[in-house]
């Protein structure tokens, strides 16, 4: 049987509107070549400084932007071929901020109802007991039904974001920083949730953060992004046990975690690079904390290093803890 979702070798790239040094327009490859396989029920993590080209592929995989080059493949059926609204059946995102993301005048009730109205899929009595399971499934009471968003927390309103997006029964859920906004506490309780939604519907999960340790939290498997390319992806327990890729081990050192106090830490050198003018070879390069000469030349592509584990870097098996003492911050706990 098909994947629920194959990505392969996605381009997006965006031409901007001033020119560079020799008149040409600037192009900013957002997406660079991505490859990626989503099975039925599995929570994929995407994780990636900004501008690394998070948001760009989740948007691209909704349909919202058309890509450039490769293709996205749905249940077996190319995304290009298929009717927006049999792909919006199918792919719900939940957003990043639940204060702009719901109709401020719309109750709850009318905004989670919304979809299954758009679509046709039910009305009257059989329309109010859907919204209502919704409702109980995010865990919210009963009485949120008829307030408005301004009325609820921020936890509140992102359980309804989830309750609309989950309105259509959608196969695959994408949160995007859906997390980001809220304080810690009421973060692990969305994330909780997300978690047992995925399980007890079967539903996919590509969930999308900054954050490695967030990602970790919820997902089974994890795709580190660096400028527009997959750079590592894996199981997310043996990924965070043991990272193939420099850049994943510096995202890892930039979470504090009370586990892995007293080991050295690694940074990057320097900030992310301009993406309209990318680093040659190793994109990574002037950053990484034991480039070799080769780095600057060849770009590495992504290999199977480990069973089930790739990265692409020229050194994925060197061990990361004999790093330079210059580029590791040996004073932090
Ligand atoms: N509509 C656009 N026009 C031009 N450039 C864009 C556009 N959208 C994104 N970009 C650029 O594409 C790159 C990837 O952006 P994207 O928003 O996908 O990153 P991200 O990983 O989601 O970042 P963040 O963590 O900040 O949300 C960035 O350099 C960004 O400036
Ligand atoms: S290929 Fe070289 S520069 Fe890139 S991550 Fe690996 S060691 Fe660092
Ligand atoms: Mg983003």
Excluded at 187 to 196: F, P, V
């Amino acid at each position: 049987m098909s994947a629920l979702l194959e990505v392969d070798d996605l381009h997006k790239h965006y031409r901007l509107r001033g020119r560079g040094w020799w008149g040409q327009r600037s192009v900013v490859r957002a997406v660079d070549g991505v490859t990626l396989r989503l099975e039925r029920g599995e929570a994929l993590g995407l994780v990636g400084e900004s501008g690394c080209g998070k948001s760009t592929l989740a948007r691209t995989l909704l349909g919202l932007e058309t890509p450039d080059g490769g293709s996205i493949r749905f249940e077996g059926r190319s995304i290009d071929e298929v009717e927006p609204r049999w792909l919006q059946r199918r792919v719900q995102m939940v957003f990043q901020d639940p204060y702009t993301t719901l109709p401020p005048h719309m109750s709850i009730r009318r905004i989670i109802a919304e979809p299954l109205i758009i679509h046709g899929l039910a009305k009257g009595d059989e329309l109010q007991r859907r919204v209502d399971a919704l409702i109980a499934d995010v865990g919210l009471p009963a009485a949120v039904a008829d307030r408005r968003p301004r009325q609820l927390s921020g936890g509140q309103r992102q359980r309804v974001g989830i309750a609309r997006a989950l309105a259509l029964e959608p196969s695959l859920l994408i949160a995007d920083e859906a997390v980001s906004a809220l304080d810690v506490s009421v973060q692990a309780q969305i994330l909780n949730l997300l978690r047992e939604l995925q399980e007890r519907l079967g539903l996919a999960l590509l969930f999308v953060s900054h954050d490695i340790g967030v990602v970790t939290h919820v997902s089974q498997r994890i795709a580190v992004m660096y400028l527009g390319k997959v750079v590592e992806t894996g199981p997310a327990l043996d990924v965070y046990a043991d990272p193939l890729h420099p850049y994943t081990r510096v995202l890892m050192d930039s979470v504090p975690d009370p586990t892995r106090r007293g080991r050295d830490r690694m940074r990057a050198r320097g900030d992310p690079p301009d993406p309209k003018d990318p680093p040659s070879g190793c994109a990574f390069h002037p950053r990484c904390p034991i480039a070799v000469d080769r780095c600057r030349d060849e770009v590495p592509l992504l290999e199977d290093w480990r069973p089930e584990q790739h990265a692409a870097c020229h050194l994925a098996l060197e061990p990361l803890d004999g790093a330079d003492t210059n580029e590791v911050d040996r004073s932090a706990t």
